[in-house]
């Protein structure tokens, strides 16, 4: 029962951790990365879909992404929904090929930067935090129920309290990576 309570929070827990790094993958640094333009959406055919799935993708060198549409028709659409998206990127087409130029980050843009990622671990801590406390109303119930003993709820709100100091660590760590990727020049 316990072992239970303890595999969903860690499983939660860690879903946590990769939606922080989802987050951060988005917030881009000095380097072109193809990951930035993950949330940018063009209209094929009548439906919105990922630009990964009309065009190809890739960073030709560390401040360039390259954009190649599966169909010719589609770079108009393309460039558009790029200019468009809050990236505040300005693409240039040579062809078939849409070139998107990283314009290199200011000092004050770093640092504005440095605050998203850290609200956006504060964000994650909090998640594992309401998973802790989620488990330990978990045991708390087991525990009115008569289900377990005293001593098994202490032991598992100890488990659940180490798991959860390992996450806000994990978390701390990847803030901090993420906070000295945006400051190098």
């Known amino acids: 029962m ?30 072109a990365h193809i990951s ?30 390259a954009v190649t549409p599966w169909e010719k028709d589609m770079v108009g659409k393309i460039e ?4 468009t998206s809050d ?4 693409p240039s087409t040579a062809g078939t090929v849409i070139r998107i130029p990283m314009p290199p980050l200011t000092e004050e843009r770093r640092r504005d930067l ?9 964000n ?3 998640a594992i935090r309401n998973v802790r406390r989620d488990a330990n ?7 009115k129920e ?19 100091d390992e996450r806000v660590a994990e978390v701390d760590q990847l803030v901090a990576d993420k906070e000295k990727e945006l400051m190098e020049v």
């Open 124 to 126: 994650a801590k909090i």
């Open 36 to 65: 930035v333009l993950d949330h940018i959406h063009v209209e094929y055919y009548g439906s919105d879909v990922p630009l990964s799935q009309v065009a190809r993708l890739s960073a030709e060198d560390a401040r360039t992404l």
């Open 80 to 83: 558009k929904a790029i200019m």
């Open 2 to 31: 316990i072992d239970d309570i303890v595999k969903d929070a860690r499983s939660r827990m860690n879903k946590s951790i990769e939606a922080l790094k989802g987050e951060l993958s988005k917030i881009r640094t000095g380097r």
């Open 114 to 122: 440095g605050k998203v990622v850290r609200n956006e671990g504060e």
């Open 87 to 90: 990236l505040g990127f300005n």
């Open 146 to 164: 008569k289900e377990i003993s005293e001593d098994d709820e202490r032991r598992g709100q100890d488990i659940i309290q180490k798991l959860t």
């Open 137 to 143: 109303n978990d045991l708390k119930g087991f525990l």
